[in-house]
């Protein structure tokens, strides 16, 4: 109940948001706002490279040997001609880390793809009709951390995420925009025959895809909130239709902070929750995690090193 209290209160929220200046407007000669907002491309980037090492030789208190290494980018391309503004924005991250005083060499802990774009429409300022893509997925495979040497639990495409929406977008100020949808298609696909066959993340055995339809809001965040650090975060909220009460949660937060123009340090929080996804495979051996293991999913990085940025600033 509490879920649907929730959902109910972000699409009323968004509805008077959508209504809230309205008798202004009467007084506003809208087609001169729209005509002189025209503003062309809008590209850029940020693309960091970070490492870590630990060395120990007759440490007295112990310890582990570790590598990692971590790559991102992080670009966008934003086209406005208008009432029309067409967004596109990536996000692409990987990184492996190895214990040298093992034998299981590199593994990675982190490897995702994340490709969003949408269009909107103008029918006020700050407020456009709307439509959305998404697509979330990973490259490489991924083994249980407690059983490396177990046969892999993801891969290309197995598990990828997508969203087809349409809906309302409200931006009451540049670097904040709030989209809400009552029709939103969600995809998980299972590109993997092994993987598909056990019905891992919520498909039926044997099948590759499973949909979704329902409700879905989206708020995306990012400024400078001091001088030289910047704060980017996007809450994903969706609601399938035939269980309404239970809602995915999938909420990113990174803060990037610049030392100097090539040096930078961020901290990247991950939560999420998706009521179909069994966070644990089954133990049946030991009659353990049988059935679906529903939990929030938490990750976080932080790192230092190397960062450039290119074009345009949001």
Do not use: C
């Not at 009552?182 to 993997?192: H, R, S, Y």
Request: aromatic content about 14%; overall charge neutral.
């Amino acid at each position: 109940m509490k879920k649907i209290i929730l959902l109910l209160s972000l699409f009323i929220f968004a509805g008077s948001a959508f209504a809230q200046e309205a008798d202004v407007m009467e007084f506003v000669d809208s087609k001169k706002i729209f005509k002189n907002d025209t503003t062309g491309w809008k590209k850029g980037g940020y693309f960091g490279l970070n490492g870590n090492s630990v060395g120990l030789s007759n440490w007295a208190a112990g310890g582990q040997q570790s590598v990692s290494i971590g790559a991102l980018a992080d670009v966008f391309a934003i086209y406005s001609n208008g009432r029309g503004t067409w967004e596109n924005y990536g996000k692409f991250g990987y990184g492996a880390i190895s214990l040298t005083d093992g034998n299981e060499g590199f593994q990675k802990n982190e490897d995702n793809v994340d490709i969003l774009s949408k269009y909107g429409y103008k029918i006020v300022p700050k407020r456009s009709i709307a439509g959305l893509v998404q697509l979330q997925t990973q490259i490489f495979q991924g083994y249980d951390p407690e059983n490396l040497e177990g046969p892999y639990i993801s891969n290309a495409f197995a598990p990828a995420f997508g969203l087809l929406s349409f809906g309302l977008d409200y931006k009451p100020k540049k670097h904040l925009s709030l989209y809400v949808s009552p029709a939103t298609g969600k995809f998980t696909i299972v590109g993997d025959e092994r993987l598909s066959d056990a019905g891992a993340y919520g498909v039926d055995s044997g099948s590759m895809f499973r949909t979704e339809i329902g409700a879905y809001f989206k708020m995306m965040y990012q400024k400078d909130v001091m001088k030289n650090i910047n704060l980017q975060s996007r809450l994903d909220l969706f609601a399938n239709y035939e269980t309404i009460d239970k809602v995915d949660l999938n909420w990113e937060n990174t803060l990037n902070m610049k030392v100097n123009k090539y040096i930078s340090a961020f901290v990247f929080v991950h939560l999420r929750y998706d009521h179909d996804i069994d966070t644990k495979p089954d133990d049946v051996a030991n009659n353990k995690n049988i059935g679906i293991q529903r939990n929030i999913q938490f990750k976080y990085v932080i790192g230092v090193g190397l960062a450039y940025k290119i074009g345009d600033v949001l």
